[in-house]
């Protein structure tokens, strides 16, 4: 697919694309959000941090971070929870996980349990099921 942008016609690969197709679902606050997002990747890219070369910092350990942990205090609630959210997301999709490794099953499971949105999904299962408790059998 290709687009028009500043009058002149650009092929949309497979990636923009996907992008392109979320943006209509977005209200104006997060677009605003994804903007900034945006313009910080941009930043990185102009950087060097997506080169093969070793990125300056990357060896830091934020838990510890003086700096990082007076800017995550700085930030509005809203901000962190957003910040908050996106670790959550990043760190679950990176997890790798196996039946066969407990520990890595329970970091799983404590991911899915901090995942505002898995919690909200499963509130309403169980409100839609909620029906079904006063059906005489025993649990599982």
Known sequence: MSTLLN??????GPAK???????????????????DFASLLVARAQGGFYADNGVPGADIEL????AF???LRLVSSKDAQLIHQYVLMRASSSLKWSYEDPKSLSI??????????LRKEM???NREFSCAES????PY
């Open 108 to 117: 799983a499971m404590e991911l899915m349990a901090s995942d505002p949105f």
């Open 63 to 66: 838990s510890t971070d003086e």
């Open 17 to 35: 694309q996907r992008i392109l197709e979320k943006l209509p679902e977005l209200p104006s606050e997060a677009l605003d959000q994804l903007n």
């Open 7 to 12: 009058n002149a016609r650009t092929e949309v």
């Open 69 to 71: 942990l007076k800017a």
């Open 123 to 125: 509130k309403t299962i």
């Open 135 to 138: 059906d005489g059998l025993e």
